[in-house]
Structure formats: structure tokens, C-alpha cells
């Protein structure tokens, strides 16, 4: 049986990054984000749940009929109950769909899973460890304002909708520091992977 590794952070922080590596380093790695894309474009319960909760509103306006995400997220990120609301929505169907992919690489040593709300959605227990990638306030939100063009209020929305990056850096097994180069995370990554297997060994 794999090690189910899930790898957490705050938005913004790295975690894409972290799982590239993780790639390279040949651990299968998946993608909750890519996950919830997947149940809110294709034709499906969850989308058609969220379309019947948020209203067309959130359609893109091109006539394709699929979820703009950044309308939904303008938003859940202002208001706390259409954010649980859409949690409860997409949470099931994402543990649903992780775990049947991970059971898939199950020959594997080790088996990454990108999870950004892991301690927020309570789901510690379905990990073997948990590693919580960090970075600097400013870092973060440099990243944010240039990644997704977002403003200081988009930024402080989104970071307050989730715990702060020292509860996640203390409620995990391990942390990397992302604010430095990429050779540096990469670094930390190889390091703590060669330990996560030598103990499995």
C-alpha cells in the first residue's frame, strides 16, 4: 500500500510547485483544484447543484453554458455561508473522486494529494502525513496580486476565508518554506520524500 501524502498551504503559498516537484521526483501526484474544475465543467450533480444554489449568474458570458469560477468566487469569498454552502456541494464528490485515484496508484510507494482547505475540511485522517507549504505575507500576496491579478481586498478575503499559514505549519507532520527559490523548495522536498520512504523501508 502507498503513503497517502497530502500536501496543504494557504493560497498562494506554493503547493502547485511543491507537487511539480513531487512529479519529477516520479510520485504520482493529484490535484484537488483540478478535481473540483473537473465536477464544476462536465455535465454532473455538482455542477447542476451549484448552478440550482449560486443562480445562471455564475455562467460564463460566452453562451458555453460551463461556470466561470471567478464569478463563483467573487462570491463565496464575500459571504461565509454561500462558501459552506459550496463546500458542501463539492467536498463529498472530491473525497469520492481522490480516493478512488489514489487507489489507482496504490502500487506506488508514495501517493501526493494537492489539498488546499485539508485541516479547514477536517479530512486530517485520511492522510499517513500531511506537509503544510508556507511562505512569507509578503511573498504571498505578491504572488496573488501578480498571479491572479487579484486586489488588496481580493487578497485579504481569501486569506482570511482560510486558517492561518502557523496553524497549518503546526498541525502538519513537516513544512517548506516556499519563499525562496525553487531549487531551495526543492531541496527541502527531496529531503523530507528520502525520509518519508526510508521510514516506510
Known amino acids: 500500500m502507498s503513503i497517502v501524502l497530502g ?7 506554493g503547493k502547485s510547485a511543491v507537487g511539480k516537484i513531487l512529479e519529477t521526483l516520479g510520485v504520482p501526484v493529484i490535484d484537488t483544484d483540478e478535481i473540483v474544475h473537473e465536477l464544476l465543467t462536465c455535465s454532473g450533480n455538482v455542477r447542476t447543484a451549484a448552478i ?9 458570458d460566452d453562451g458555453s453554458g460551463e461556470i466561470d469560477r471567478n464569478k463563483l ?11 459552506r454552502d459550496l463546500e458542501s456541494i463539492v467536498h463529498p464528490a472530491v473525497l469520492e473522486q481522490y480516493r478512488l485515484r489514489a487507489r489507482r496508484q496504490s502500487d506506488q510507494p508514495v501517493v501526493a494529494v494537492l489539498v488546499p482547505l485539508l485541516f479547514e475540511a477536517g479530512i486530517e ?3 499517513d502525513q500531511i506537509w503544510t507549504v508556507i511562505a512569507s505575507e509578503q511573498v504571498l500576496r505578491e504572488r496573488l496580486a501578480r498571479r491572479d491579478n487579484l486586489s488588496n481586498n481580493d487578497i485579504e478575503r481569501r486569506l482570511m ?23 531551495e523548495t526543492k531541496r527541502q522536498v527531496e529531503l523530507l520524500l528520502n525520509g518519508l520512504i526510508t521510514d516506510k523501508q
Open 7 to 13: 500536501i496543504t498551504g494557504t493560497i498562494g503559498s
Open 161 to 183: 476565508a482560510q486558517l492561518p499559514q502557523a496553524t497549518k505549519a503546526e498541525r502538519a507532520h513537516q513544512t517548506i518554506d516556499n519563499s525562496k527559490s525553487l531549487d
Open 125 to 127: 485522517s485520511e492522510f
Open 73 to 83: 468566487g467573487a462570491i463565496v469569498f464575500s459571504d461565509q455561508q454561500a462558501r
Open 52 to 60: 440550482e444554489r449560486f443562480g445562471q449568474g455564475i455562467l460564463r
